[in-house]
Antibody, heavy 118, light 110 residues
Framework: QVQLVQSGAEVKKPGASVKVSCKASGYTFTRYYMHWVRQAPGQGLEWMGIINPSGGSTSYAQKLQGRVTMTRDTSTSTVYMELSSLRCEDTAVYYC???????????WGQGTLVTVSS | QSALTQPASVSGSPGQSITISCTGTSSDVGSYNLVSWYQQHPGKAPKLMIYEDNKRPSGVSNRFSGSKSGNTASLTISGLQAEDEADYYCCSYAGSSTYVFGTGTKVTVL
């Protein structure tokens, strides 16, 4: 079955960077776009960006432009999301989610908690 | 890109029907037939419930239905059950490979 497994929780200091991984299985990795979505504690979902695993092209939310980088490794069917210049307000659960067929997200990874604290 | 507007909370008794609205603009909800809805239980990842405004993935109960009029999409849950108590989020394609989520609605089963 289609499965997305993310890396474990991270604790970072303000100004540092974090890189979260999302390993896909159960389907042809290069055929489906992958998205990243985050959720701050007690808050709603925020779309961060999308990567095409086939060619590596990306599109990011304007708010995160310049701080977020999404990459992929086709040899391991893994996508990565790196966020730099971390701030306390970047504390959130970060999810990867596959774009299934028509601009919808299914399934989702289990989420990775990133805590930014001095 | 501003978040789509949803009511903060909606409640209903078991067996009743409730509707959650999701208001966007002519640049997102009103421009594309690409609104999706997600259910999220506490501590869990979101789950796809509706896509392309009104289509239901296999495995999702037919008690869930979606519709849209102009810049406002809606999710209706009929025959409300205790297990439906969760947070619900709408999401719309917004053009140029960008997406926007709604503010989220907490559904309470009384």
């Amino acid at each position: 079955q289609v499965q997305l497994v993310q890396s474990g929780a991270e604790v970072k200091k303000p100004g540092a960077s974090v890189k979260v991984s999302c390993k896909a299985s159960g389907y042809t990795f290069t055929r489906y776009y992958m998205h990243w979505v985050r959720q701050a504690p007690g808050q709603g979902l925020e779309w961060m960006g999308i990567i095409n695993p086939s060619g590596g092209s990306t599109s990011y939310a304007q708010k995160l432009q310049g701080r977020v980088t999404m990459t992929r490794d086709t040899s391991t069917s893994t996508v990565y999301m790196e966020l730099s210049s971390l701030r306390c307000e970047d504390t959130a659960v970060y999810y990867c989610a596959r774009e299934r067929s028509a601009y919808e997200f299914d399934p989702w990874g289990q989420g990775t908690l990133v805590t930014v604290s001095s | 890109q501003s978040a789509l507007t949803q009511p903060a909370s909606v409640s209903g008794s078991p067996g009743q029907s409730i509707t959650i609205s999701c208001t966007g603009t002519s640049s997102d909800v009103g421009s594309y037939n690409l609104v999706s809805w997600y259910q999220q239980h506490p501590g869990k990842a979101p789950k796809l419930m509706i896509y392309e405004d009104n289509k239901r993935p296999s495995g999702v109960s037919n008690r869930f239905s979606g519709s849209k009029s102009g810049n406002t999409a809606s999710l209706t849950i009929s025959g409300l059950q205790a297990e439906d108590e969760a947070d619900y989020y709408c999401c719309s394609y917004a053009g140029s490979s960008t997406y926007v989520f709604g503010t989220g609605t907490k559904v309470t089963v009384l």
